[in-house]
């Protein structure tokens, strides 16, 4: 059973900064893009960024809403992704979920979602 577990979040002022973790566990093969999903009460679930699985570093993508203020990154022997949340602002406020998109062995890719780390920031 593959298991998503992110940490790092709580409450900070505006213009503080958060780093958000997220490691994946179980019998994995393989792990493809992951990335970083926040949901704000009453709203519909986003995304944040992903970053892909090259050996370079991988492809990232990020919401024009945090361009510039949020960095995401990956440990491929590690199994994990991290978000460095910069400048941080109140709308910025939500659960934050982490994504991956794995393959087990003897399957095919599947995304999996992680249970969320509440991120509040306050004015």
């Known amino acids: 059973q593959v298991q998503l577990v992110e940490s790092g979040g709580g409450l900070v002022q505006a213009g503080g900064s958060l780093r958000l973790s997220c490691t994946a566990s179980g019998r994995i093969f393989s792990i493809n893009a992951m990335g970083w999903y926040r949901q704000a009460p009453g709203k519909q679930r986003e995304l944040v960024a992903t970053?892909?699985?090259?050996?370079?570093?991988?492809?990232?993508n990020y919401a024009d809403s945090v361009k510039g203020r949020f960095t995401i990154s990956r440990d491929n022997a590690e199994k994990s992704v991290y978000l460095q949340m910069n400048s941080l602002k109140p709308e910025d406020t939500a659960v934050y979920y982490c994504?991956?998109?794995?393959?087990?062995?003897?399957?095919?890719?599947?995304?999996?979602w992680g249970k969320g780390t509440l991120v509040t920031v306050s004015s």
């Open positions: 970053i892909t699985s090259g050996s370079s570093g991988g492809s990232t």
């Open positions: 994504n991956a998109d794995i393959r087990q062995f003897g399957s095919s890719y599947i995304y999996y």
